[in-house]
């Protein structure tokens, strides 16, 4: 069975400090790999997703995912956080049919001024 | 272009009731999903709809079933109310693609309290 575990509940960062999110899956091929933010009140949005091929790849609002087959990771990174990004983050794993995702427990990210 | 549509946005129920919840999707959708989210459980799959059949379920009691129509919107319904399925309940179409991607886009989701 796929499983998401995102270890860290809650994150908070200063403003303008660097980011990253750890996601690790459990999946039996190769996965579809996706994060998701949700702002409060809010469905939840995509931010970037990992089908094949670089495994570094970029999304929205400046994330960026790196895909480490080796340890089964899929962290979340920005290099220049902003209060607007103050939010919850979900990492996800598909199959690479369907829309049926697996959604790890979610990151709350808090920014400091 | 716009975006998936959930009514109501909130509700409250009595234990044994029944409630339907509606979703559109994005002009264009074919796909539909529905999605529970708790602070316990998190966020977790209920069933997917395509071209008016289901797609994919997940592991949820028979209470809880879903339908789509020929325009592609979609209605999820939960009988026999258990102060349990107190949740957010999002909704998210996809592009239509047969296959699927997980490419999601949410609603803002339909907030259901049980008493």
């Known amino acids: 069975a796929q499983s998401v575990t995102q270890p860290d509940i809650h994150i908070t960062v200063s403003e303008g400090a660097s980011l990253e999110l750890r996601c690790n899956y459990s999946y039996g091929a190769t996965p579809y790999l996706f994060w998701y933010v949700q702002s409060p009140g809010q469905g939840l949005q995509l931010l970037l997703k990992?089908?094949?091929?670089?495994?570094l790849v970029q999304g929205i609002k400046g994330f960026e995912a790196e895909f480490k087959r080796s340890q089964s990771s899929f962290n979340l990174r920005k290099p220049s956080v902003h209060w607007s990004d103050a939010a919850e983050y979900f990492c996800a794993v598909g199959a690479r049919a369907g829309n049926m995702l697996t959604f790890g427990g979610g990151t709350r990210l808090m920014v400091k001024p | 272009k716009a975006g998936v549509t959930q009514t109501p946005r909130y509700l409250i129920k009595t234990r044994g009731q029944q409630v339907t919840l509606s979703c559109s999707p994005i002009?264009?959708?074919?796909?539909v999903s529905w999605y529970q989210q708790t602070p316990g459980q998190g966020l977790q799959f209920l069933f997917e709809y395509f071209s008016e059949t289901q797609r994919n379920k997940g592991n949820f009691p028979g209470r809880f079933s879903g339908r789509q129509f020929s325009n592609s919107r979609s209605e999820m319904n939960v009988s026999t109310l258990e102060l349990g399925d107190s949740a957010l309940y999002l909704c998210a179409s996809s592009p239509t693609l047969q296959g699927g991607t997980g490419e999601l886009f949410f609603g803002e989701g339909s907030r259901l309290t049980v008493l």
């Open positions: 990992y089908f094949s091929g670089d495994t």
């Open positions: 002009s264009g959708h074919r796909s």
